[in-house]
């Protein structure tokens, strides 16, 4: 019971009661949350990218693993582009994310795609199969970044 | 191929030839990788908490996600605590994670298995199987960081 109290205590500030924010207590913890979940998967393409690219063994296991990894991120980080937090911390968020939703939602819907081409990919533990979807991936993140991110 | 080159020069120097950094390219890395999936997996369970909590409505679809995207979080920093990562930048580390390994891992196989348990329970969509399973996830989250995290 006291872990259970611990827990309560631990976690229960975490949810607001401020609608626009819905599941983030405060807008810093929006941004935080999404540029944690964009370091992890940055990583875990990285690593298999590496492989592709030779500068790291081929290790099929692994690169299953992280396109995993990096294929369940791409579902998370979408509900923390919390509408007004492009002007809190240091986010490199445009306003254009919520004045051209239609358009950062297709993205977010096509990144997801390509990251679940890249993992299914990565299942089959061809590094040639892995090639041919990596540049979805990485076309995709750059699209995104250039329309979306600040420089 | 512009995006393939992009994500390989993106991604290219991840990887660490270093063999204690592993997966790292620097420790830095490894702090901020673990750091951000905590984060991430403190924050899907404390949505959680704060339904069981009664201070936010019991919404069975978003516990469910939630508990899923905290059990998924649970099997990803260990490889992250890198031996020396301890001295790095603002991290909590204790030098205790890799003095104790055991005792470490043993923590670390625990936590994963509280939150199978916990995102099990979610699936049910019973609020009382939820609350069933959250102290032993508090109590395995307590138990790490009093013995492994510095105050």
């Not at 401020?18 to 810093?28: C, G, H, I, R, W």
């Not at 579902?75 to 254009?96: M, Q």
């Not at 679940?116 to 540049?135: E, R, V, W, Y």
Request: hydrophobic share 45%; glycine share 6%; with cysteine.
């Amino acid at each position: 019971m006291k872990a259970f109290v611990t827990v309560m205590a631990l976690t229960g500030a975490l949810l607001s009661s401020t609608p626009v924010l819905a599941q983030f207590a405060k807008p810093e913890d929006a941004v935080r949350y999404r540029q944690s979940v964009m370091f992890i998967m940055q990583y875990n393409v990285g690593r298999v990218a590496a492989m592709v690219q030779g500068k790291a063994p081929f290790d099929a296991k692994v690169a299953a693993e992280s396109a995993a990894n990096a294929e369940f991120m791409s579902k998370l980080p979408w509900p923390a582009y919390v509408a007004g937090t492009d002007k809190v911390g240091n986010t490199r968020a445009k306003p254009e994310i919520w004045s051209d939703a239609a358009k950062f939602n297709e993205t977010a819907e096509k990144l997801q795609a390509e990251m679940a081409k890249f993992s299914a990919a990565a299942k089959t533990g061809s590094l040639d199969n892995i090639k041919a979807t990596l540049g979805g991936v990485g076309g995709t993140c750059k699209s995104c970044h250039d329309n979306f991110r600040k420089d």
